[in-house]
């Protein structure tokens, strides 16, 4: 049977607002409850056979040991994945997530693994657990929209609700990166992140609408106390030109809808939409 010369996919970016860590010792079974909304910026993924396994995002070779492990999980052949993110690094969009995500959807199509969504979604969280890049993000990448996670694990073994939305533009700025490991492993934060987190996805149930989202995911990220000055200074702008925003988790970016202008003189704004549609091939 001849292969595919490439597998290409896409998988979206997703920005956490609300998060509670449960990492067990199965990293299938770990991940993070929680709440995220998935945008139609991510990272579309290339994958052809090569005589050594690499990853180029961005036009430069990378580090990314999260692709690099789900690829590993999947094939022992060697593979060249090249991804375009639209979204920054480190910012709390999910980036190492949505690259593993769509590198193992283009990896099966060009291999012809025949494997399902659910084996596929599972390598890359699995992943992404084993290098602390993430907890949920894959999870919200495989389905789309506004994922609810009520249960920590892999995409469909979690119990998962969504919030209805429509395209509804996210607009961001980020003033750089938080070290999402770092975080992971500080046993003092994981406990203020995960009483936060009880509480405000709690609050979120009982009126899931995206203002809802918004509001709790705000009162989240101040009480676990990650919010640089800048981050503050930009929220409260946003909210007194009548709109709504938080940060995103894990990084040190606002994100907001109907800013009115408002995050303009924080720095350079991105826009992208609400997408419904989870990783899919192209």
Not at 39 to 67: Q, R, Y
Not at 156 to 161: K, L, P
Not at 190 to 198: F, Q
Request: proline share 3%; net charge neutral.
């Amino acid at each position: 049977m001849k292969h595919k010369s490439t597998g290409q996919a896409f998988a979206p970016a997703h920005i956490s607002g609300i998060f509670i860590i449960d990492i067990k010792k199965d990293p299938a079974l770990s991940g993070s409850m929680g709440c995220g909304i998935c945008l139609e910026d991510g990272a579309v993924t290339k994958v052809s056979a090569a005589e050594e396994t690499k990853v180029i995002i961005n036009g430069a070779v990378a580090d990314a040991s999260t692709t690099l492990t789900a690829i590993k999980l999947l094939t022992s052949q060697p593979m060249l994945v090249e991804t375009t993110l639209s979204v920054p690094v480190g910012a709390g969009f999910g980036a190492s997530g949505a690259g593993a995500l769509s590198a193992a959807l283009g990896l099966n199509e060009v291999l012809s693994m025949n494997l399902t969504l659910k084996e596929l979604a599972n390598a890359a969280h699995v992943a992404e657990v084993k290098n602390r890049t993430g907890l949920g993000d894959v999870t919200g990448q495989t389905f789309g929209g506004i994922v609810i996670r009520k249960k920590a694990g892999a995409p469909f073994t979690v119990n998962i609700d969504k919030i209805p939305c429509g395209s509804t533009t996210i607009s961001w700025v980020s003033f750089g990166e938080i070290s999402t490991k770092s975080v992971l492993s500080d046993y003092m934060k994981k406990k203020s992140i995960n009483k936060a987190g009880h509480l405000r996805l709690k609050e979120l149930l009982k009126k899931p609408t995206l203002p809802e989202f918004f509001h709790q995911s705000c009162a989240f990220a101040k009480e676990i106390e990650l919010m640089s000055p800048k981050v503050l200074d930009a929220i409260e702008a946003v909210e007194a030109a009548g709109g709504l925003a938080s940060q995103a988790m894990l990084g040190n970016t606002v994100f907001a809808i109907n800013d009115n202008g408002a995050l303009s003189e924080f720095g350079e704004v991105h826009e992208s939409r609400i997408t419904n549609t989870g990783a899919h091939l192209q």
